[in-house]
């Protein structure tokens, strides 16, 4: 009785009703919350990520880019919330992920080659279409080492550029990159950035980037994410839409100097809150 009874009172509650995104979204976040600790990371966060953009996440040490990112990645479970990819779950949708550590992220025991294939085998290509898209992505990357190396006989740039490889070979709809750069040095650095921006330009896959670094947060955006202190919540999102490619001009012209410091007025207003 009392079962039959609680299964009407359930029927009358109507779910949450899930609120869509603005036209053009490709990742809808809603009621996300995450505790470490009993301590709140994220409560009640709600966002939307357009499609076929470079979104750069910029805020506070400590605020939760990594953990964001991951979430939306799955490598972090959520505590509670909904988070979409074009109205699928994150089973159903492709992503690729590139990792700060280059060093851990290749297999030590695979050429460089068959790194950047896995994934493909792993979705069950045939021996011909692994080659075919091999050789676009040699093409695209303009890839001047050999990658019949083993990663460990790549510099650190080298190594980077073939996870961004491996990252991209199965098209991901959403490629999350958390601090690619940092263990770089400079020169590779901007080889690799200019690397990725014309590889967004020839695919316009949806790219999630987490920069510590502001100047390149907002040259590689079009949307920069702004965060605050944790409990964390978006203290703005700015749109940069400057033509690509971008370049070394790009870096003196007003519009890119005003996005920059806006975002850094919004930073400093947030870490010092
Ligand atoms: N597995 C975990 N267990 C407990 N606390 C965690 C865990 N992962 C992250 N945190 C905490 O959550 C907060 C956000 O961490 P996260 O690494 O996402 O921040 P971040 O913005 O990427 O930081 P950084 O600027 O240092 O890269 C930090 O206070 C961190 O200590
Ligand atoms: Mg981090």
Redesign the pocket.
């Known amino acids: 009785m009392n079962t039959v009874l609680n299964a009407a009172a359930h029927a009358d509650v109507p779910p949450p009703r899930f609120v869509p995104g603005p036209p053009g979204t490709h990742i809808t976040i809603r009621g996300l919350t995450k505790y470490?600790?009993g301590w709140p990371?994220y409560e009640n966060f709600d966002l939307d990520i357009p499609k076929g953009k470079i979104v750069s996440v910029f805020?506070p040490?400590?605020?939760?880019?990594?953990?964001l990112i991951n979430m939306i990645a799955g490598l972090v479970p959520i505590d509670r919330g909904e988070i979409l990819f074009d109205g699928k779950s994150l089973k159903e949708t492709k992503i690729g992920y590139v990792f700060q550590n280059y060093r851990e992220a290749l297999f030590p025991w695979k050429r460089t080659i068959d790194n950047i294939a896995y994934p493909l085998l792993l979705e069950g290509r045939s021996k011909a279409e692994v080659d075919r898209r091999m050789d676009e992505l040699v093409a695209s990357f303009d890839v001047k080492f050999d990658l019949k190396r083993y990663p460990y006989e790549l510099s650190g740039g080298q190594q980077q550029t073939a996870s961004i490889m491996r990252a991209l070979a199965p098209r991901p709809e959403v490629l999350f990159l958390d601090e690619p750069f940092s263990a770089l040095d400079f020169e590779m650095t901007l080889f690799i950035r200019e690397k990725l921006q014309e590889v967004f330009m020839q695919t316009g896959t949806t790219m999630l980037l987490?920069s510590?670094d502001l100047e390149e947060a907002v040259y590689l955006a079009d949307e920069i994410l702004l965060l605050t202190k944790?409990p964390t919540r978006v203290a703005e999102i700015l749109a940069y839409d400057d033509a690509r490619p971008r370049t070394v001009e790009t870096l003196s012209q007003a519009s890119f100097v005003a996005a920059k410091k806006l975002s850094l007025e919004i930073f400093q207003r947030e870490v010092r809150r």
């Open positions: 470490f600790a990371l805020g040490n400590g605020c939760g880019k990594s953990t987490v510590h944790r």
